[in-house]
């Protein structure tokens, strides 16, 4: 694994996809094409972090993204600890703000950070002085999500420029749709965005995609169909008559399927609620699902980024030592 890679990658953070540039993304991409490679191997391990501290905080639950940064550290040697914030000082009336300094004064190289409110990444890495990955805020971006499901499109099906995928189910709630339509799209796809007008965002007009209410319309014709978690944390009163009804018009089906082109991907970040917005014939085709190549490769495109980032600090602190000097 090449430990020293041509690079020019110019963002001390990565907050969200909006605001990268293709350049920024194909070298993104590239390292962690390597990456899953390596990752396959007996022994998965090299020190490109080694000797950095890895801090992970995750002040709303996650199952996959949490372990997969943890994982991903450690396979770069890093010291990687995961701080539990659901009990946090926050509890005891602890500001966000004073939590960071805290954090800060801990000295930490990378911190990555999934909140509830959307903002509240870019708002902490004003505050300290390392290189922050927001893992998921709010409403607002998951760029890493983003990132390894453009990583998994690409590996299985080649240039995203030729390929028409829909996004289906809870846009309105969903990080994952946000960064995701500004990437696919950033690759040159055509995106459509399908779900129920309460479940649509005022606005996804001109995010650049595509707005079906209709999910058989919707999927007609496409490469890839990505389903999203029906997000009821997240709602507050009634979005929905009844998940029974939800899964009848979109939830997604054999027979629903089979209006999308032959042959054509599923795709879904986790965690699934079976039998509300995917069928579980549809999610464990092997043939048909790349819901386990995406677990996969969340690692290897996590290791990318905190590799990128990593020497993008530690040039900005060459430079500072330079000039204090
Ligand atoms: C997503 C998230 O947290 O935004 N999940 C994930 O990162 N694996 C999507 C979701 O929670 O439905």
């Given at each position: 694994m090449a430990k020293d890679f041509e690079y020019n990658y110019p963002h001390p953070h990565l907050?969200?996809?909006?605001?990268?540039?293709?350049?920024?993304?194909?070298?993104?991409?590239?390292?962690?094409?390597d990456y899953v490679e390596f990752s396959r191997q007996d022994r998965k391990h090299v020190d490109v972090l080694k000797g950095m501290t890895l801090l992970n905080l995750f002040f709303e639950n996650s199952t996959r993204t949490q372990s997969s940064f943890e994982l991903a550290g450690k396979r770069l040697g890093a010291d990687v600890v995961n701080m539990a914030m659901q009990?946090?000082?926050?509890?005891?009336?602890?500001?966000?703000?004073?939590?960071?300094?805290?954090?800060?004064?801990?000295?930490?190289?990378?911190?990555?950070?999934?909140?509830?409110?959307?903002?509240?990444?870019?708002l902490l890495s004003r505050k300290v002085d390392c290189a922050v990955i927001n893992a998921g805020d709010g409403q607002h971006e998951h760029p890493t999500q983003a990132l390894l499901d453009a990583l998994t499109i690409r590996r299985r099906l080649g240039d995203l420029s030729a390929l028409r995928i829909a996004i289906c189910g809870d846009i309105a709630h969903s990080r994952v749709a946000r960064s995701n339509v500004f990437l696919l799209t950033l690759l040159g796809a055509e995106v459509r965005l399908v779900g129920p007008s309460p479940l649509i965002p005022k606005g996804a007009d001109e995010w650049g995609a595509e707005v079906y209410t209709d999910m058989k319309e919707g999927i007609?014709?496409?490469?890839?169909?990505?389903?999203?978690?029906?997000q009821l944390e997240r709602m507050e009163g009634a979005f929905l008559p009844s998940?029974?009804?939800?899964?009848?018009?979109?939830?997604?089906?054999?027979?629903?399927?089979?209006?999308?082109?032959?042959?054509?991907?599923?795709?879904?970040?986790?965690p699934m609620n079976r039998g509300v917005e995917i069928e579980?014939?549809?999610?464990?085709?092997?043939?048909?699902?790349?819901?386990?190549?995406?677990?996969?490769?969340?690692?290897?495109?996590?290791?990318?980024?905190?590799?990128?980032?990593?020497?993008?600090?530690?040039?900005?602190?060459?430079?500072?030592?330079?000039?204090?000097?």
């Open positions: 907050l969200g996809i909006e605001g990268l540039n293709r350049l920024d993304v194909e070298q993104l991409l590239a390292l962690a094409d009990n946090s000082s926050l509890k005891k009336g602890e500001t966000l703000i004073d939590t960071a300094m805290t954090l800060n004064a801990m000295r930490p190289d990378l911190l990555v950070i999934r909140h509830n409110a959307s903002g509240a990444v870019k007609a014709d496409c490469d890839v169909v990505m389903m999203l978690r029906l998940t029974r009804e939800y899964f009848h018009f979109y939830g997604l089906d054999r027979e629903k399927l089979k209006l999308a082109k032959p042959g054509a991907l599923v795709m879904h970040p986790g579980s014939a549809v999610a464990d085709n092997l043939d048909r699902s790349l819901i386990t190549t995406q677990v996969e490769n969340g690692v290897a495109v996590r290791m990318a980024v905190l590799h990128t980032l990593s020497r993008n600090l530690l040039d900005r602190r060459a430079k500072q030592n330079e000039v204090q000097r």
